[in-house]
């Protein structure tokens, strides 16, 4: 079955640049979605498709896929961008959804 | 405005069948390209997906949990269910239904999700 790999944790300063990395095998041929996780909520989705936002997502949120590696960005990380974030995609060799373990962010 | 919601039991003993209803609006399971999903966070743990549903009945599951779930629909409800048989204390966790627009899966509204205590 198709593994996604991500960093337990990221830390950075606000107003910084974080990247929280989403690793499989030739992940460029899948379309990659983001989710922004707080505590005692649901999931919300920030990036879909690799790199498009959802109405409301700020622009500070965007995406990459390239190689066996898949990316989010956020610029001017805020205290208020404190979450789990997990990468997700459909395995279309298997048909399953597949989620990445989640990275902690940590706004120092 | 699309909206889910999940309901069902809190509490559930070892052994015994869960069984869960998304109740939706704001969408149609009628159209083409949609389908909803269910997923769960154990406790302190990641997101895991259980299982999916198309608007054409075309299901989906987990390939490590297939044999306890079950996924049906109710379009003249606007519902959605999933059964787990042989519940367990591991399968404590919070159980979201979501919704998916494309047949790239991704979920763009969530239910806020119910908590399950699998316990005797």
């Known amino acids: 079955s198709y593994v996604l790999t991500q960093p337990p944790s990221v830390s950075v300063a606000p107003g910084k640049t974080a990247k929280i990395s989403c690793g499989g095998n030739?992940?460029?041929?899948?379309?990659v979605h983001w989710y922004q996780k707080k505590p005692g909520q649901a999931p919300v989705l920030v990036v879909y498709?690799?790199?498009d936002r959802p109405s409301g997502i700020p622009e500070r949120f965007s995406g990459s896929n390239s190689g066996n590696t898949a990316t989010l960005t956020i610029s001017r990380v805020e205290a208020g961008d404190e979450a789990d974030y997990y990468c997700?995609?459909?395995?279309?060799?298997?048909?399953?959804?597949?989620f990445g373990g989640g990275t902690k962010l940590t706004a120092l | 405005q699309i909206t889910l919601k999940e309901s069902g039991p809190t509490l559930v003993k070892p052994t015994q069948t869960l069984t869960l209803t998304c109740t939706f609006s704001?969408?149609?399971?009628?159209?083409?390209?949609?389908?909803v999903g269910w997923i769960r966070q154990p406790p302190g743990k990641a997101l895991e997906w259980l299982a999916f549903?198309?608007?054409?009945?075309?299901?989906r599951y987990s390939p490590s949990l297939k044999s306890r779930l079950t996924i049906t629909k109710d379009t003249s409800k606007n519902q959605v269910v999933l059964t787990m048989t042989n519940m367990d204390p591991v399968d404590t966790g919070t159980y979201y239904c979501?919704?998916?627009?494309?047949?790239?899966?991704?979920?763009?509204?969530w239910g806020q999700g119910t908590l399950v205590t699998a316990s005797s």
């Open positions: 979501a919704h998916a627009t494309s047949y790239d899966i991704e979920f763009d509204y």
């Open positions: 704001g969408i149609s399971l009628n159209t083409s390209t949609v389908g």
């Open positions: 549903i198309y608007w054409d009945d075309d299901e």
């Open positions: 030739n992940i460029e041929t899948k379309s």
């Open positions: 498709d690799d790199t």
């Open positions: 997700q995609v459909w395995d279309t060799s298997s048909d399953h959804v597949v």
